[in-house]
């Protein structure tokens, strides 16, 4: 039906409509589609429906999660230990920041401005060094032994559950729970669901709601699909209609309510734009504006850490982006008051190895990670952890990830013991042994 909305039909096609209840099936699901793929709009739709049906909580609070793809050196960036032996210390030295004694990697000195407003984990662990099956220790809170041999997640992510616990959209702005700025492995819902998946703002999903029909055809084709409504309930016997109503009414609120707006860089203030960036800061804006908007979890992949060789002029290479995108980022949540709403968590698969190799490189280590957060009303201005002398593992009790899964969950309001149905059905905890990190909450 909001094919005809947005396309159009001959009359002939419409009587045809309104004498078979056939016809008005297919063209909702041709209509509802709003992706080619493993998202459609009825799904979307449906799922967020069964959610608020179901009593499932309202929480209104949001995750940004900047992944740095390729494992992020954990030395370099938060936790420099210059008072470690040169062959471990940092190699691109320290930057004071506005933590009194606090230093972080010496190229991030816009992050340093605002470490006031952030919280670095020194003794974020765990114990698999492979792109894919680190990947998917962090974004599921489990371990997966085969992801780097070609097997396929067996968990979902944090924005999935969110999408599962909240609806697959917002239910006023039409604004997907859950969207993704570029693929990361083990990003999906797994057992829960496609209708739980990520919305791709890169995809044929997003395009779709490009439109770029003046409002008065939109108007006349939507009082068209009334008089074609009306006529169908009294002619649909089986009915169809009734249980599509708000449907189509949630279909109108993602292609033409605010969603399309939440997307749409041109409608921010251009010196806000200016001040995150291109690249990085670009999502990172689009990702602070879909939250605002009802989205309740981002993900942003922010490639290229994968460092074994020449370290420190990769450093140099990768860092302004973040480093100016991440600050600006902090620096909006408290000037616009959402410093209590959204909560940035900075991560990557794996850390690398302490001690700088013949390359001048580090490897892969899981064994001490990369971790910062920001927002969220946790609290903030802190370092937790403490790493060893080498800065090779924890020295204090060393933090999961699931531990990051319960932080998280407590930030959304997700109950800590949660369970869905695997595809055995059988009732499956999202998060077995985590608890919310003591400092921050």
Request: aromatic share 6%; hydrophobic share 35%.
């Amino acid at each position: 039906m909001l094919d005809l909305l947005l396309h159009g039909s001959n009359s002939g096609d419409r009587n045809k409509s309104c004498r078979t209840g056939a016809a008005t099936r297919r063209d909702f699901m041709r209509v509802g589609s709003l992706a080619a793929g493993a998202l459609t709009l009825p799904m979307l739709l449906r799922s967020r429906a069964a959610a608020v049906e179901s009593g499932k909580p309202a929480n209104s609070k949001s995750v940004v999660w900047l992944w740095l793809g390729g494992g992020p050196t954990h030395v370099e960036t938060f936790d420099p230990k210059m008072s470690a032996p040169s062959e471990y210390r940092s190699v691109t030295g320290e930057e004071s920041t506005s933590i009194p004694g606090v230093t972080i990697g010496g190229t991030f000195p816009q992050i340093a401005k605002v470490a006031h407003q952030m919280a670095f984990v020194r003794s974020f662990a765990h114990t698999n060094s492979g792109h894919a099956g680190g990947t998917h220790f962090i974004m599921t809170g489990y371990d997966n032994r085969q992801a780097d041999n070609g097997g396929l997640p067996g968990r979902p992510s944090i924005g999935s559950i969110l999408s599962r616990c909240r609806g697959a959209s917002h239910p006023e702005s039409g604004i997907p729970t859950y969207v993704r700025m570029g693929n990361i492995f083990a990003d999906g819902p797994s057992f829960l669901g496609a209708g739980y998946g990520p919305f791709d703002q890169n995809g044929q999903a997003r395009r779709n709601m490009n439109l770029s029909l003046d409002q008065t055809r939109i108007n006349d084709r939507r009082k068209l699909l009334s008089d074609l409504d009306r006529l169908d309930r009294e002619l649909d016997r089986t009915g169809t209609m009734q249980g599509l109503d708000k449907f189509e009414q949630q279909a109108f609120s993602l292609v033409f309510g605010s969603a399309p707006q939440a997307f749409d860089l041109k409608r921010e203030d251009a010196n806000t734009v200016q001040r995150y960036g291109k690249g990085l800061g670009e999502q990172l804006l689009t990702a602070r504006r879909l939250c605002e908007a009802g989205c309740g979890f981002v993900t942003i992949q922010y490639g290229g850490w994968d460092m074994h060789g020449n370290i420190a002029q990769a450093m140099k290479q990768r860092s302004p982006q973040m480093d100016q995108a991440v600050s600006a980022f902090v620096d909006d949540l408290y000037k616009r008051g959402q410093s209590d709403n959204i909560l940035l968590v900075i991560t990557g698969e794996f850390g690398r190895t302490p001690r700088v190799n013949r390359g001048a490189g580090r490897d892969h280590w899981a064994p001490l990670s990369a971790l910062a957060l920001a927002g969220g009303s946790l609290k903030m201005g802190q370092v937790i952890g403490e790493s060893a002398s080498k800065v090779d593992v924890p020295k204090s009790k060393p933090i999961t990830p699931q531990d990051l899964l319960a932080t998280i969950f407590e930030v959304l309001d997700i109950p800590q013991k949660i369970q869905f149905p695997s595809n055995a059905g059988r009732p499956t905890f999202m998060n077995e042994r985590g608890a919310p990190i003591p400092e921050l909450v």
